[in-house]
């Protein structure tokens, strides 16, 4: 039976530690060998052009494969670029949903894959094996792009999506926290509300909560800048978003594009000294593959602009909550922005 105990991307629905261990990985690629790639899950229905056209004197045969990483949002990523491929013209090949960031990575690395979406900071601190972020998000994704020219990956433009750490408290809370929209603001509210919920990991990352804490003004501890330790519930993976939801804190961890944000009507809270790494996500394609249809650009661009915060809550909501297919999502959203028409 096939593993899905490989590489964890940081970016998951699941979340997990933000680490890569290249064994598990090495393993993982032996067992998508073993396995196969193309999954159960590899259905993508019929469409034909609209604001993505049929490429021109595109010669019969054209092919490329799109693959992605297992999650939710990865998953109804990897449907949208295959969706566009075959408005493209092109015969595509999906093998979306592999699981581990390095079996992917190894496929665009080794050609075995023409297209995928990654995250800047993925490549940045994982693959390229960074320690610090680069807090300016273009220059992040100047700095990935550059790198990874020399290894025939080329990144088109990212989108405004960010999936990263973040802190979100209850809409309805909001006006009894005298309006907060702010990280900065935390510090300026009465000891009592400085409440938080986080994971375990995030707790004791040394890039984690205590350096947030310090980089808005704010200690874990007592005095007039504290933020006492009975203030901050440490809980699993996934119990932060309806913890923060119930109550038991008014600021709880949570990742920016996590379809639980809309569904639970959490508020997001601006980030705005910079201190989370960024995530976003761009069209990666080989290199060779872009040379020889270099249309492939275009067709991706025009996605991008559109692939928002918001965007990917509602997507990820709809696969997360409503139980919905990532490629049936995938196409709704295509459609209504005028990308594609169903067949």
Known sequence: MCSDNTVLDPRRSRRRPRTVAVALGALAVISLAGCGLQPSTAYVPGVEPASIERIEDLPAGAHVTVTSKDFTEQLVLGKIGVIAAKAAGFEVTDETNVPGSVAVRQLMLDGGADMTYEYTGTA????????????????????????????????????????TYAFAVRSEAVDELDGITRLSQVKDLPKSERTFCVESEFYSRPDGFKPMLEKYGLQLGDGADGIPRDNVSILDTGTVYTATDRGKCNFGEVFTTDGRIKALGLSVLEDDEQFFPNYNVSPVLNS???????????????????????????????????????????????????FVEQR
Do not use: C
């Open 288 to 338: 060779t593959t872009l040379k020889k249809y270099p249309q492939l650009q275009d067709v991706y661009d025009q996605i991008s602009p559109k692939l928002t915060d918001a965007v990917l809550q509602e997507l990820n909501r709809q696969v997360d909550v409503e139980g919905r297919e990532p490629a049936d999502v995938a196409l709704d959203w295509m459609v209504n922005e005028g």
């Open 124 to 163: 940045w601190l994982s693959f390229m094996g960074h320690s610090d972020p680069i807090r300016d998000a273009e220059d992040q994704y100047v700095a990935v792009r550059d790198q990874d020219e020399q290894n025939g990956l080329t990144w088109l433009r990212p989108a405004p999506m960010n999936n």
